[in-house]
């Protein structure tokens, strides 16, 4: 597997700007509205606020950035969201607050405090939904780990798609601008990448199908993919998969298919 590695020798501040977007979907047969509800209620309080603030204080440790500012929201009546600002260069203790370098800005409102710092961020939000005359529901989290320098988030991939129950991942990576080796060459990259699946264990990558879809000369990198094998019992809620017939088994399994070619495809493809 891949790993990012300084390759050039830079003059003055490594200005590439890098951004991952990860998006994942987890897929749930949840059959009456009441079990529906259940199911949004118990996603809502595995991944609440609390817990992703965690999982994104381990990212920005993993990524070697120091954290700066945490913002974090739990909503009525589902979701939640967390920001983490953080920065290459371990800070003082104490900023002033009326700072105008131009590289601080601040910006306060009611209880929540967000910064800018260094062009560098973490964020997750979470979508829990569902309708009441489908029995599919679906669980969605983005994450957006952006950041300026050396820093580079691909090397969390692993990490990320560990600790979410992903049955359709979206992962979009790409480079911005320019910096300057100490001969003055600009350099647009400063590390090889073929495709975001070079950053994803084998043993996760054989669990999925996975297409990619790069624009190297704008150094863009996007990759789907959607998981193989349908183990029933694990996307029915409160439900034990011997209480059903064979028939709905087979039915159930087929809708939870379709919903999440679907979801992967862009399109509704079975209207």
Same mark, same amino acid.
């Given at each position: 597997?891949?790993?990012?590695?300084?390759?050039?020798?830079?003059?003055?501040?490594?200005?590439?700007?890098?951004?991952?977007?990860?998006?994942?979907?987890?897929?749930?047969?949840?059959?009456?509205?009441?079990?529906?509800?259940?199911?949004?209620?118990?996603?809502?309080?595995?991944?609440?606020?609390?817990?992703?603030?965690?999982?994104?204080?381990?990212?920005?440790?993993?990524?070697?950035?120091?954290?700066?500012?945490?913002?974090?929201?739990?909503?009525?009546?589902?979701?939640?969201?967390?920001?983490?600002?953080?920065?290459?260069?371990? @800070?003082?203790? /104490? +900023?002033?607050?009326?700072?105008?370098?131009? $590289?601080?800005?601040? &910006?306060? !409102?009611? *209880? =929540? #405090?967000?910064?800018?710092?260094?062009?560098?961020?973490?964020?997750?939000?979470?979508?829990?939904?569902?309708?009441?005359?489908?029995?599919?529901?679906?669980?969605?989290?983005?994450?957006?780990?952006?950041?300026?320098?050396?820093?580079?988030?691909?090397?969390?991939?692993?990490?990320?798609?560990?600790?979410?129950?992903?049955?359709?991942?979206?992962?979009?990576?790409?480079?911005?601008?320019?910096?300057?080796?100490?001969?003055?060459?600009?350099?647009? @990259?400063?590390? /090889? +990448?073929?495709?975001?699946?070079?950053?994803? $264990?084998?043993?996760? &990558?054989? !669990?999925? *199908? =996975? #297409?990619?879809?790069?624009?190297?000369?704008?150094?863009?990198?996007?990759?789907?993919?959607?998981?193989?094998?349908?183990?029933?019992?694990?996307?029915?809620?409160?439900?034990?998969?011997?209480?059903?017939?064979?028939?709905?088994?087979?039915?159930?399994?087929?809708?939870?298919?379709?919903?999440?070619?679907?979801?992967?495809?862009?399109?509704?493809?079975?209207?």
């Amino acid at each position: 597997m891949s790993r990012v590695e300084k390759k050039f020798t830079l003059y003055g501040f490594n200005n590439l700007t890098k951004t991952l977007s990860f998006n994942i979907y987890d897929v749930c047969y949840a059959k009456s509205e009441r079990e529906q509800k259940d199911y949004i209620a118990y996603i809502d309080e595995q991944y609440n606020s609390e817990r992703l603030t965690n999982i994104l204080c381990q990212v920005t440790e993993m990524i070697g950035a120091n954290l700066l500012n945490i913002s974090k929201q739990d909503y009525e009546p589902q979701g939640a969201s967390v920001n983490l600002l953080i920065s290459e260069k371990v @800070l003082p203790e /104490k +900023i002033d607050d009326s700072c105008n370098c131009g $590289k601080c800005s601040f &910006l306060a !409102k009611k *209880d =929540a #405090i967000l910064g800018h710092l260094d062009k560098s961020h973490v964020t997750v939000h979470t979508y829990p939904e569902y309708h009441p005359d489908n029995s599919i529901a679906t669980f969605r989290v983005d994450i957006d780990v952006s950041t300026c320098g050396t820093i580079s988030p691909l090397n969390t991939l692993d990490f990320l798609i560990d600790n979410f129950d992903s049955d359709i991942i979206t992962i979009d990576y790409r480079v911005r601008g320019f910096t300057r080796d100490i001969n003055g060459k600009k350099c647009f @990259l400063d590390h /090889k +990448i073929s495709s975001i699946q070079d950053y994803i $264990k084998a043993e996760t &990558l054989r !669990k999925y *199908d =996975a #297409i990619d879809v790069n624009v190297y000369q704008s150094n863009i990198f996007h990759t789907q993919m959607l998981i193989k094998e349908i183990e029933l019992q694990n996307y029915l809620f409160n439900t034990d998969v011997y209480e059903l017939p064979p028939r709905e088994r087979l039915k159930i399994t087929d809708d939870l298919r379709k919903e999440m070619i679907e979801i992967f495809s862009g399109t509704n493809v079975y209207d």
